[in-house]
């Protein structure tokens, strides 16, 4: 069963509110419908049902919720807010900058954070539930050859051209002399402040990241949210208390203890970033170059190479392979590819790696990377050899799909469910409701 995903960040359908279905202790609200009803709008037409289909995977997510507290489920705030840095990190690179976003919904990125804590934690519990209900379900070739047999030739879907790519990137480190630089300014700073200058305006004069047109502020956040060194360094404060010069993978921070919040500080911080030049990305570059040709000459893999020295956390843990964020697989239609991407393998053949290329991340980094193209495919109609994977995983999809199914049925008649008779109508929420212990 499709999860509809909660924060959409959309901006709100406007419309009078009211409780459209209860489950259990928890009530379903029409402008819970209505949001995802216009967000689905804006993507494009709906069925016509398709008020129908967002209630009942709500009725869906509340019967898990249900279920998750009688047996106990955890979400961490840890958990809560890397998933929540994570969206707000995507959405900024959507708009270009923190700034544009916040100008754009009217409120600041804290305010932002702290209007979806719950809806992320009840995302999650969901996850976590529905992983615990399904387990480690599998699907055999069996029954992927199966799958693939029931659906009529003449309804295949045709399959556009497909690359998977690696890539190995390197961002410029600070060499000794620029790290002295930025934390001789950094000292200057600090006594600055101890001689009773504004924090705030520091901040905003010198800071090198986004919390600087708000002062420094990082809001109220768990020791989970911060790198160790900040964290080591910020919860040791005390409401009021100014840190000493704290070093960590970003640059050297000043930090300031505002309030304790239970397990949450509320900080502020200034950063004072190592200046990195061209003469800096010159030299990312001749080490791509060393290392390329050391691949080139087979004494080290692209994977290996990719898990040892790129920059990019995330592709480094797959051999380097870019994951669509779209899918969450590996492959990527031409028209999916962002233009750097795909200028950069438009010439490759299969197996073959890139000259050292400049890269730009969307933070604005500037670095350069090497890219392989790992595989390519032709347009065809969808065929069980050339599209295997992507079979099972529809096969997956079904089987576990079906299993969902089952379980809401059966805990639907374990649980009181009322649904406004404004849904009089909806096939599927009438047999819910035919199903619920009322």
């Known amino acids: 069963m499709t999860c509809l995903l909660l924060m959409p960040l959309i901006m709100q359908a406007q419309t009078v509110d009211k409780i459209v279905a209860q489950v259990g202790d928890k009530i379903i609200l029409m402008s819970e419908v209505e949001s995802y009803y216009y967000e689905a709008l804006q993507q494009g037409e709906v069925p016509e049902d398709y008020r129908c289909y967002i209630l009942q995977e709500l009725i869906s997510q509340k019967l898990m919720l249900i279920q998750a507290q009688k047996d106990s489920v955890e979400v961490t705030d840890g958990e809560v807010e890397d998933n929540i840095n994570n969206r707000i990190r995507y959405f900024e690179s959507l708009f270009g900058s923190q700034e544009k976003m916040e100008e754009f919904y009217g409120k600041s990125i804290q305010e932002?954070?702290?209007?979806?804590?719950?809806?992320?934690?009840?995302?999650?519990?969901?996850?976590?539930?529905r992983g615990n209900i399904l387990g480690t379900m599998s699907v055999s070739p069996n029954e992927v050859k199966s799958f693939y047999n029931t659906i009529?030739?003449?309804?295949?879907?045709?399959?556009?051209?497909?690359?998977?790519?690696?890539?190995?990137?390197?961002?410029?480190?600070?060499?000794?002399?620029?790290?002295?630089?930025?934390?001789?300014?950094?000292?200057?700073?600090?006594?600055?402040?101890?001689?009773?200058?504004?924090?705030c305006l520091l901040a905003e004069l010198y800071s090198k990241d986004g919390s600087k047109d708000n002062c420094g502020d990082l809001g109220c956040q768990t020791r989970e949210t911060f790198v160790t060194e900040f964290s080591a360094a910020a919860f040791k404060l005390q409401p009021g208390e100014i840190s000493e010069i704290v070093e960590t993978q970003f640059g050297y921070h000043i930090i300031k203890m505002e309030s304790r919040q239970g397990d949450k500080a509320c900080l502020r911080h200034i950063l004072i970033m190592p200046p990195v030049t061209n003469l800096n990305l010159v030299a990312a570059g001749k080490q791509m170059d060393s290392i390329r040709a050391e691949i080139m000459a087979g004494n080290i893999s692209f994977c290996d190479a990719a898990k040892k020295f790129s920059d990019d956390a995330e592709t480094a843990k797959t051999c380097g392979i870019v994951l669509n964020p779209q899918t969450g697989g590996s492959r990527f239609e031409i028209s999916e590819l962002a233009p750097d991407d795909y200028y950069s393998i438009e010439n490759l053949k299969e197996g073959e790696i890139s000259q050292v290329l400049p890269y730009t991340s969307a933070d604005g980094k500037k670095g350069v990377r090497i890219i392989m193209l790992n595989d390519q495919s032709q347009p065809h109609v969808m065929n069980l050899k050339d599209d295997y994977a992507r079979l099972q995983q529809f096969t997956q999809n079904k089987k576990e799909q079906e299993a969902m199914i089952e379980w809401i049925k059966s805990k639907a008649e374990r649980e009181y469910i009322r649904i406004d008779e404004s849904y009089t109508g909806c096939s599927t929420l009438e047999e819910m409701m035919n199903k619920a212990g009322n």
Do not use: C, H, T, W
Not at 115 to 126: A, G, I, P, T
């Open 152 to 199: 009529p030739q003449d309804s295949l879907p045709y399959i556009n051209a497909e690359v998977e790519y690696a890539q190995l990137l390197l961002i410029p480190k600070a060499n000794a002399e620029q790290k002295k630089i930025a934390y001789d300014k950094a000292v200057d700073i600090l006594k600055r402040l101890r001689a009773g200058e504004d924090f």
């Open 112 to 129: 932002i954070k702290e209007e979806f804590q719950d809806d992320v934690r009840n995302m999650l519990l969901v996850e976590k539930m």
